[in-house]
């Protein structure tokens, strides 16, 4: 149990195009998603936190009109970057929280997006 | 906010060797510590976790220990072989309706067989 996919796993954009990344939570409902950023060789930066039917919460210096999240329903979160360009290009990876779970915060991640801009 | 250290930033051992990493943290407030393995192009997984109630915890090869006092915990990894090789990170939360991590910087372990 605990399965979190998402779609696509990779994608090649032109600069300028916005994409459209999905998460979805499996087998279980998500009270929380979080997405992440990965650049090479780095940790997994967090971007920003969203919880069903509310409006995304943004890290510090994440652009919240550039990285456009809903979170529609309890098992679907979706992440747009707007107006892409290279160094938009990143592993983004998302992560959700079981709907009544441990509440010490267990996340489960996905298995990320390669967005590659050119 | 919660800042988390890690160390080593690599390590290298011999098939069945040992290979510890430690982490320390800065809010006192932290009382989730989790550990994830993440493989190339994959997203991380969950391979064990501490909660500050708790000193030591084991799952078979894999321990984590936690010093609250110190505010560090590690991972400790017994009769390594070559499919541990991967990037490890710890992380850090305070238990909220939310739960953000914070992770550490990584560590690339490399296991020779």
């Known amino acids: 149990g605990a399965v979190v996919s998402q779609h696509p796993s990779w994608v090649i954009c032109k600069s300028g195009t916005s994409v459209k990344i999905e998460c979805r939570s499996l087998?279980?409902?998500?009270?929380?998603m979080f997405w992440y950023r990965q650049f090479p060789k780095q940790s997994l930066m967090l971007m920003a936190t969203?919880?069903?039917?509310?409006?995304?919460?943004?890290e510090q210096g994440v652009e919240k009109d550039k990285f456009l999240i809903n979170h529609a329903s309890l098992t679907l979160s979706t992440l747009t970057v707007t107006s892409a360009h290279p160094e938009d290009s990143s592993f983004y990876i998302c992560s959700a929280r079981k709907l009544g779970g441990s509440p010490y915060n267990e996340q489960f991640f996905g298995p990320g997006t390669r967005l590659t801009v050119l | 906010g919660e800042n988390v250290e890690q160390h080593p930033s690599t390590l290298s051992v011999q098939e069945g060797d040992s290979a510890v990493i430690k982490c320390t943290y800065s809010?006192?407030?932290?009382?989730?510590f989790p550990w994830y393995k993440q493989e190339l192009g994959k997203g991380p997984q969950l391979i064990i976790d501490?909660?500050?109630?708790?000193g030591e915890k084991k799952d078979q090869r894999i321990a984590v220990t936690l010093n609250k006092t110190a505010k560090h915990f590690s991972l400790h990894i017994t009769e390594t072989q070559p499919e541990d090789s991967a990037v490890y990170f710890c992380?850090?939360?305070?238990?909220?309706?939310?739960?953000?991590?914070?992770f550490g910087q990584g560590t690339i372990l490399t296991v020779h067989p």
């Open positions: 809010d006192s407030a932290s009382n989730y």
């Open positions: 969203s919880n069903e039917g509310s409006k995304a919460t943004y």
């Open positions: 087998d279980f409902q998500a009270t929380t």
């Open positions: 501490i909660r500050s109630n708790v």
């Open positions: 992380a850090a939360s305070i238990i909220t309706s939310y739960g953000k991590l914070t």
